[in-house]
């Protein structure tokens, strides 16, 4: 509870002088009716009028300290949050193949990726978001959702090995794509992260853009891999993984082109650090359209404090002139 006008709260400081000033004229006597003795007066039986003689003076005061209070204006206040968010629609689209376990990011390309992705939807406020991955082949790891905890938990999952290997750039776009093909959102973003050249797949990277770019929906791409040469995994003649050093081939020519044709933007990540910056940066660039409405609601509670002063106003008359009545 608040007041409207608090300062008008000193006023019940006249309380204590009217208090003051009832104790003095009570201590003064004042006696309507002069008699020789109050020996005989003395012994009488104090009954309910003695005990309620101040009763009436202590009415009138609390009446006066309501009407003070009434007067400053008491208030319930409420206050409201009112959330409008215009969300964007975002498919993450994540190359899965063996040469995503490549040991030039650390501890490899995929668990970076992973971690990276993790941290960018948990940024994500009001957005629906969904998983598809490929590799050989492409599959949707998880439709469009804003329930984060569940699509964290789905991209902790992710693993390589679960499907053909390959690179099928061209139908992890399209999987995407389909995902964002009933959407309404105002904006539609697929964040497209590979490490190869498309080899696998009946769907061309270029067709798949231009069906994207038909639809209204924006890719950016990155190209995963450090410069250069990079430790790949490999099995040994016994069956055991070892790592050697390979070439990194990433078709950097056809991601800037799926970028172009969408109005996106293709980006590079040589290690996990420039991975983050470019989802930072991505975060940035597609920004969701939130409005917060402050609302304030004042309920005012001055009549309670009126009525009640009221009432004791009218139970002060009621017990001097009937209960107290004096002698004129």
């Given at each position: 509870m608040k007041f409207a006008n608090p300062y008008l709260l000193w006023l019940l400081v006249l309380v204590v002088p009217m208090v003051a000033y009832y104790i003095y004229r009570t201590l003064q006597g004042g006696a309507a009716i002069r008699i020789s003795s109050v020996a005989g007066a003395r012994k009488a039986p104090r009954t309910l009028r003695y005990w309620l003689r101040h009763a009436p003076f202590v009415l009138r005061m609390a009446a006066v300290?309501?009407?003070?209070?009434?007067?400053?204006?008491?208030q319930d206040v409420e206050e409201q949050s009112r959330t409008n968010a215009e969300g964007i629609d975002i498919m993450l689209s994540i190359d899965i193949s063996s040469s995503m376990l490549a040991r030039d990011f650390t501890p490899d390309r995929l668990t970076a990726a992973k971690e990276v992705a993790g941290e960018f939807i948990a940024d994500r406020y009001g957005d629906r978001i969904g998983l598809a991955v490929f590799a050989g082949?492409?599959?949707?790891?998880?439709?469009?959702?804003?329930?984060?905890?569940?699509?964290?938990?789905?991209?902790?999952?992710?693993?390589?090995?679960?499907?053909?290997?390959?690179?099928?750039?061209?139908?992890?776009?399209?999987?995407?794509?389909?995902?964002?093909?009933?959407?309404?959102?105002?904006?539609?973003?697929?964040?497209?992260?590979?490490?190869?050249?498309?080899n696998r797949g009946e769907i061309a990277p270029l067709m798949a853009a231009n069906i994207a770019a038909d639809m209204g929906i924006k890719v950016y791409t990155i190209g995963v891999g450090t410069r250069g040469q990079?430790?790949?995994?490999?099995?040994?003649?016994?069956?055991?993984?070892v790592f050697q050093m390979m070439d990194v081939e990433i078709d950097e020519d056809t991601l800037e082109k799926i970028a172009e044709q969408t109005g996106g933007k293709y980006f590079r990540a040589t290690d996990k650090q420039k991975l983050k910056a470019i989802y930072d940066e991505i975060n940035e660039l597609e920004k969701s359209k939130v409005e917060i409405t402050d609302l304030t609601i004042y309920?005012?509670?001055?009549?309670?404090?009126?009525?009640?002063?009221?009432?004791?106003?009218?139970?002060?008359?009621?017990?001097?002139?009937?209960?107290?009545?004096?002698?004129?």
């Open positions: 300290s309501l009407l003070v209070v009434a007067l400053a204006r008491p082949e492409s599959f949707t790891q998880s439709p469009l959702t804003t329930d984060k905890g569940s699509l964290q938990t789905l991209l902790a999952r992710l693993r390589s090995g679960v499907i053909e290997d390959g690179t099928a750039i061209g139908n992890g776009l399209a999987t995407a794509i389909n995902r964002l093909r009933e959407s309404e959102a105002k904006s539609k973003v697929i964040i497209l992260l590979t490490d190869g050249v498309n990079a430790p790949y995994p490999a099995l040994d003649m016994f069956g055991n993984m309920h005012e509670k001055y009549l309670i404090f009126v009525l009640a002063a009221i009432a004791l106003l009218v139970a002060e008359f009621l017990l001097e002139k009937i209960v107290l009545k004096r002698i004129p």
